[in-house]
């Protein structure tokens, strides 16, 4: 069953958080690198663990990790991993609390080389979910396959988001620039 036609049978409050991240996220293309790099950090933290438990603490980790900025978190030091490792409303795994500012630091380093983070994922495009696999696990910290084909589907790099009869789906070919509909 597919994230469109299972919506539907979930009971409240579970169906609107998922309907609302459905309709209005899951597969848009995302231009900002802060919000890119926090769709990474959500999907990492996902690992594991339900989606529904990553939407439920979203404005948590956006506080947590100061509203996903960049270069903030790439000079956290010892002091906010620990604040982080202590922050009940986000969650508290050192691996991914560190892979999130080795992260950082990396995306620092493509924001410089390729002019952002975007630019880095536009000059890769396209390629195989396992091509992608591997470029990820070579760039980046806690990247496995799960992980880095939910986050290419969440920012419309791979297919497979949404149905194409779901009418979201139509959506969000209208709002992808040409190149990224290769």
């Known amino acids: 069953m597919s994230y469109c036609s299972y919506i539907p049978t979930m009971s409240e409050p579970s169906r609107s958080l998922h309907q609302n991240y459905h309709n209005n996220h899951y597969g848009f293309p995302i231009h900002d690198d802060n919000e890119l790099f926090g769709r990474l950090i959500l999907e990492i933290n996902q690992a594991g663990l ?3 438990t990553i939407l439920k603490k979203e404005i948590s980790f956006r506080s947590a990790y100061d509203n996903f900025d960049i270069q ?3 000079a956290y030091t010892e002091i906010e991993r620990e604040r982080l490792l202590n922050d009940p409303g986000i969650i508290r795994n050192r691996l991914k609390i560190n892979a999130a500012i080795e992260n950082a630091k990396t995306i620092v380093g493509l924001q410089k080389e390729y002019g952002s983070f975007e630019k880095w994922l536009e000059q890769n495009h396209p390629k195989t979910k396992e091509e992608w696999v591997k470029l990820f696990k070579k760039t980046f ?4 396959g799960e992980i880095v084909g939910e986050f290419l589907m969440s920012i419309g790099y791979l297919d497979g ?3 194409s009869s779901c009418p979201v789906h139509q959506e969000i070919l209208k709002s992808k620039p040409m190149w990224l509909l290769k």
């Open 161 to 163: 988001a949404h149905d």
């Open 50 to 52: 339900s989606w529904e």
């Open 141 to 144: 910290k806690f990247t496995g």
């Open 72 to 74: 903030r978190i790439a």
